[in-house]
């Protein structure tokens, strides 16, 4: 499974997100995503670890 990190255009993260439909709810509801990028898998991880990547959108 491919989970997405979203970052805003100062490179800051905004949300970690685990489908690409999440990431489109996210811009739906208006979040300055500028960018999206692929975690590497030991990044993903962390994820998995601990809990859904939607735990660290609290707006979600």
């Known amino acids: 499974m491919t989970f997405y990190t979203c970052l805003d255009d100062k490179g800051s ?3 970690r997100c ?3 439909l999440d990431v489109a709810v996210l811009k739906r509801m208006g979040r ?3 960018k ?3 975690m590497k898998n030991e990044e993903a991880v962390v994820c998995s670890l601990t809990g859904s990547p939607s735990d660290y959108n609290e707006e979600y």
């Open 36 to 38: 999206v990028q692929a």
């Open 13 to 15: 993260v905004i949300a």
């Open 32 to 34: 300055p995503i500028a």
């Open 18 to 20: 685990q489908t690409e």
